[in-house]
Structure formats: C-alpha cells, structure tokens
C-alpha cells in the first residue's frame, strides 16, 4: 500500500471557499497536467539546461501551491534550487523525489475525485 501524502483535505475544501464542485475541478486540471509538467521538468534535466529546470520547476510550483502539500512544495523548490545552482545531477535527485510526493499527492487528490 503506498504512502499517503501530507494533503490537508479541510484546508484544500476551504481553499476553494467551501465549494466541493470547484475543487473537484481544480482537482481534475491539476491531474490532467501533472504527467506533462513531469516530464517537461526531466527533458529540462536532461538537457542539463539549469535554468529551463528552475523556470519549469517555478511554474510548476504556481500550480502546486492551491494543494496544502508541504512534501510536494518542498520537492519543488529543491528542483528550482538545483536548477538555480544548474547541478544537473542534483536536479534529477530532486525529481525523482518531487515524482514521489507528486505520486502521493496525486493518489490522496484522486481519492477526492
């Protein structure tokens, strides 16, 4: 059985004024794009391209931050600090942890779905 992440369930539904149809929206987009935003972050690694990682990794985060994941939040930015620092090696550590808290977080979002 795979972890659960951080998600505060109460704060998201507040987050979204308490309207359940909305957030189940919000939910939904952020699942649509979240295989896209991952892989655009990999080919930025891979591309060994440190600032097209941290600018990714910034965008992503924008949409991350309706969602009250500290885990995944803080993968984000450990991204955009590799990018930053352009350590390529570094940045597909931070990835591959960002995919995992993304996975839970993901996994807990569908639940709301």
């Known amino acids: 059985m795979a972890a659960h992440s951080d998600l505060d369930r109460a704060e998201l539904l507040a ?3 308490g309207d359940h149809d909305l957030m189940q929206e919000v939910i939904a987009a952020f699942l649509a794009e ?3 935003r991952l892989s655009a972050l990999r080919a930025a690694a891979e591309a060994g391209d440190g600032n097209l990682v941290k600018r990714t990794a910034h965008s992503f ?3 991350n931050t309706i969602f009250p994941s500290r885990a995944a939040l ?3 930015s450990a991204v955009e600090l590799a990018g930053l620092a352009n350590d390529r090696e570094g940045a597909h550590r931070a990835i591959a942890s960002l995919a995992e808290a993304i ?3 993901v996994a807990d979002l569908r639940e709301d779905a």
Do not use: C, F, Q, T
Request: charged share 40%.
């Open 74 to 76: 803080e993968a984000i």
């Open 103 to 105: 996975d839970r977080l």
């Open 61 to 63: 985060k924008g949409s």
């Open 34 to 36: 979240v295989p896209e």
């Open 15 to 17: 987050r979204m004024g």
